[in-house]
């Protein structure tokens, strides 16, 4: 009874984050995602990018992460020109408050008073920012709610009390300011605190916020993702879905995918099958440091995921029995009559031909996310170490001779040493830069729908 609850709870705290829109990507977006450690180190971008290239395959777009770690407001203002406007974007997302509205001072006597004067800080920080993107022609803007920082999970003492309530502030005052700009908007923060309350009814060490209550896990950035699809319209939207009628011969439904050759004869059903796009791959190793959840865990947090996101529906009537099912010679799996009418979802299925095209594009996709996490590391040694020290880019010896002393005394700077070696000359940043295009490119090549040949004999048994 309890987990039922739960899951009702669950499905209407992300239907109304389905009330916020935001347009959908379009062919030749330059998406540039801003923000602070949360999307520096995070994957929310990269399976928002993986959605597209998956579900909408013949439509190219670029997507950067534009993150730094421990940026605020203001960190992100000084950035702006050379780290995101330099990136040509026509859409920019951009998400704070996480470093905002600091950490130990909410544990002091002075709470209230600090959290309440960073909220104002941050919110005239936020203006300059405005008044920045303000300037740009044919760029829209998407303001992010940030994912919270989780003060109510029971897995350790270590806690900043009520930190998240003050980051809420800051949310509002972006929905706010983004309904005045007649911009877009995303709440992460809200849905996601909701799911922490809910889960840590049943167990009360439970956080989606990682474990450090700020930096979610691979699973949490799969449901920031989530809620930004959603906000898109993306929930529903069908990988493919068809209907077929074993006793006629009759294709009763098809929904993106085309069936062609349908041959049902003595109970042996065949055909072809094409789909406008491919299943959306759920990693199943944990990546990016620290983290120790996979991606795919999302369909234990978010019970309607697949139904929602990652719908490759088989439906076949007027069956009897069991029925073994075979796609390019490749065995799947055994279902009995009523499965198979009603309904077999293939994503599900992670050894099918298609769902294996997928993950080979979310291998490569991971590959230049590990690139682009140079790039973000290299940013951060350049905005947060050289840029108030006068050497923004410059990159010469004296700035290596900087960078040196620094380590010294810098710890951030100093685990960064082996990076900086390699990422001062312009040739190897050139040359990350074309791997990252290079894949781009063999992505886009390879993500096209393939035919597929199906089979289902009957079997006397089922699995």
Same mark, same amino acid.
Request: net charge negative.
């Given at each position: ?22 347009? #959908? ?7 540039? %995602? ?54 040509? #974007? ?15 001072? /909410? ?118 993702? /989530?809620? %930004? ?123 099918? #031909? ?77 040359? /990350? ?10 992505? /886009? ?19």
């Amino acid at each position: 009874m309890k987990k039922t609850i739960l899951l009702i709870l669950l499905a209407v705290c992300f239907a109304s984050a389905n009330a916020q829109q935001v347009a #959908p990507f379009k062919q030749g977006d330059r998406v540039c %995602f801003v923000g602070n450690s949360i999307t520096d180190g995070g994957h929310y971008h990269s399976y928002i990018w993986l959605y597209y290239m998956t579900h909408f395959p013949y439509v190219d777009m670029w997507m950067a992460n534009c993150g730094i770690g421990g940026d605020t407001s203001e960190n992100i203002l000084k950035r702006l020109d050379g780290d995101v406007f330099a990136k040509r #974007p026509n859409v920019i997302t951009l998400t704070f408050g996480m470093n905002d509205t600091g950490y130990y001072e /909410y544990n002091g006597d002075n709470a209230e008073s600090f959290g309440n004067g960073r909220v104002e800080w941050s919110k005239g920080m936020y203006k300059k920012i405005e008044e920045r993107l303000k300037g740009l022609t044919n760029t829209r803007i998407v303001l992010v709610g940030t994912s919270p920082y989780d003060d109510t999970s029971k897995f350790n003492k270590d806690v900043f009390r009520n930190k998240n309530s003050y980051m809420q502030k800051i949310v509002a005052f972006q929905d706010s300011a983004a309904k005045a700009n007649k911009w877009e908007f995303v709440d992460f923060n809200h849905p996601m605190t909701e799911m922490n309350h809910k889960f840590q009814q049943q167990d009360s060490t439970f956080t989606i916020c990682g474990n450090d209550r700020v930096h979610p896990d691979n699973d949490g950035h799969m449901v920031m993702a /989530y809620l %930004f699809l959603k906000a898109q319209g993306m929930s529903g939207k069908k990988v493919a879905d068809f209907t077929l009628n074993a006793k006629n011969g009759k294709i009763l439904e098809q929904e993106n995918c085309k069936i062609d050759n349908f041959i049902s004869n003595h109970n042996v059903i065949s055909f072809d099958y094409l789909a406008n796009s491919l299943p959306l791959p759920l990693d199943t190793i944990a990546h990016g440091w620290g983290f120790k959840r996979a991606q795919c865990n999302i369909k234990k947090v978010v019970p309607t995921f697949m139904e929602e996101m990652d719908n490759e529906r088989l439906c076949v009537k007027g069956l009897h029995g069991n029925y073994r099912l075979v796609i390019d010679d490749v065995f799947i799996a055994n279902f009995t009559a009523e499965e198979l009418t009603n309904g077999i979802n293939l994503a599900e299925y992670r050894h099918t #031909p298609q769902y294996q095209q997928a993950c080979a594009i979310m291998a490569l996709n991971e590959d230049r996310w590990e690139i682009e996490r140079k790039f973000r590391d290299y940013a951060w040694l350049q905005y947060d170490f050289f840029m108030d020290k006068g050497l923004l880019d410059v990159n010469d010896e004296h700035a290596a001779e900087v960078f040196r002393d620094g380590q010294k005394t810098n710890g951030w700077v100093g685990v960064r040493r082996e990076l900086y070696d390699k990422m001062i000359h312009k040739d190897v940043r050139d040359m /990350y830069i074309a791997q990252m295009d290079m894949i781009v490119k063999r992505i /886009y090549d390879i993500n096209k729908p393939e035919v597929h040949h199906f089979t289902l004999t009957p079997v006397c048994n089922t699995k």
